[in-house]
């Protein structure tokens, strides 16, 4: 069955940087959009970036110059590059894989992983 492991989160200081990793497992990694999403607390889930099977990427404005989303499909691995971060990027970070041939549908998500900058 799919599953997606994300791992990186922790504890930074604004202008600080993390690396968010997404472990994929039980489908054709290669051949799906994947994606990066947060929830900050008292917020709904936003998305923040995304990545297309070939690999064109997308940015949610709050993030645009301070984040990048890469993928490795020999890795069946997912990125994401946070620099600059800042007190409001603090959330739960989730993977998620879009339906295959979808870029707009969720499918599955991750269990998340915590990311907190302190000012």
């Known amino acids: 069955q799919v599953q997606l492991v994300e791992s990186g989160g922790g504890w930074v200081q604004a202008g600080g940087s993390l690396r968010l990793s997404c472990v994929a497992s039980?489908?054709?990694?290669?051949?799906?959009?994947m994606g990066w999403y947060r929830q900050a607390p008292g917020k709904e889930r936003e998305q923040v970036a995304k990545?297309?099977?070939?690999?064109?990427?997308y940015y949610a404005d709050s993030v645009k110059d301070r984040f990048t989303i890469s993928r490795d499909n020999e890795k069946n691995t997912m990125y994401l590059q946070m620099n600059s971060l800042k007190p409001e990027d603090t959330a739960i970070f989730y993977c998620?894989?879009?339906?295959?041939?979808?870029?707009?549908?969720?499918?599955?998500w991750g269990q998340g992983t915590q990311v907190t900058v302190s000012s």
């Open positions: 998620a894989k879009f339906r295959l041939g979808s870029e707009t549908e969720v499918g599955h």
């Open positions: 039980g489908f054709s990694f290669s051949l799906n959009t």
């Open positions: 990545i297309t099977r070939d690999n064109s990427a």
